[in-house]
């Protein structure tokens, strides 16, 4: 069945350091969305990409789907301890009503 | 306006007991999703509503689960006969509408424990 991965399971970082996350479906995406949960929270949206290739930037984070629409990234330029969290992936199934979320990235900054 | 809500907050009950979750969407989104996340875990899909389309229930993982959605609005998600590996947090998150494209909004989540 579909499935989709994330890499690395944890990331623990200086501040200021890079940081990326991956994600990797079995399966060719429709799209892909990218959620943030805080410690003790729940996921919260950031952003959604669509089209092959598709890069977006929000701020210091940036985002891509790959060419095959089969991979997607997160990278965080220069971390900041508000970065705290576990970062998720996920993406549709073929017929959009069930959604597959990666096992998510525990993102650790260290002040 | 209102996000979406979910009761109760925690919830504790014996091993073999029957627990009602309820979960209050934003209003006007037709698609409402249930997942399951256990501690430090990712979000595992439990059951999917659109409309007064028939749910889909592939995610649930034993026929000790079901939901039901009324009125095309609040949802319940029903544990029977609760096991200890059902201790868990359940969010339920919805979304505009059915389509992949659109983002899920997530409820605070219920927090289960069985003792």
């Known amino acids: 069945g579909q499935q989709v991965m994330q890499i690395p399971q944890y990331q623990h970082v200086q501040e200021g350091e890079d940081f990326t996350t991956y994600c990797n479906s079995s399966t060719t995406l429709s799209n892909i969305q990218w959620y943030k949960q805080r410690p003790g929270g729940h996921p919260v949206f950031l952003i959604q990409l669509v089209k092959s290739g598709e890069v977006k930037k929000q701020k210091r984070l940036t985002f891509q789907f790959g060419e095959a629409k089969k991979n997607s990234s997160l990278h965080i330029t220069a971390t900041q301890t508000t970065d705290v969290g576990t970062y998720f992936c996920a993406g549709p199934r073929y017929n959009f009503n069930k959604f597959y979320f990666g096992s998510g990235t525990k993102l650790n900054v260290k002040p | 306006g209102a996000g979406v809500s979910q009761s109760p907050s925690n919830k504790v009950t014996e091993k073999g007991k029957d627990v009602e979750l309820r979960c209050d969407p934003i209003?006007?989104?037709?698609?409402l999703y249930w997942y399951r996340q256990s501690l430090g875990q990712g979000l595992e899909f439990l059951i999917y509503f659109q409309g007064n389309s028939a749910p889909d229930k592939s995610g649930l993982p034993s026929d000790r689960f079901s939901a039901e959605r009324t009125g095309g609005s609040v949802s319940t998600l029903t544990i029977q006969r609760t096991q200890q590996e059902d201790s868990a947090v359940y969010l339920c998150?919805?979304?505009?509408?059915?389509?992949?494209?659109?983002?899920?909004?997530f409820g605070p989540g219920t927090r289960l424990t069985v003792t």
């Open positions: 209003s006007g989104h037709t698609a």
């Open positions: 998150a919805s979304s505009l509408g059915s389509s992949g494209s659109y983002e899920q909004y």
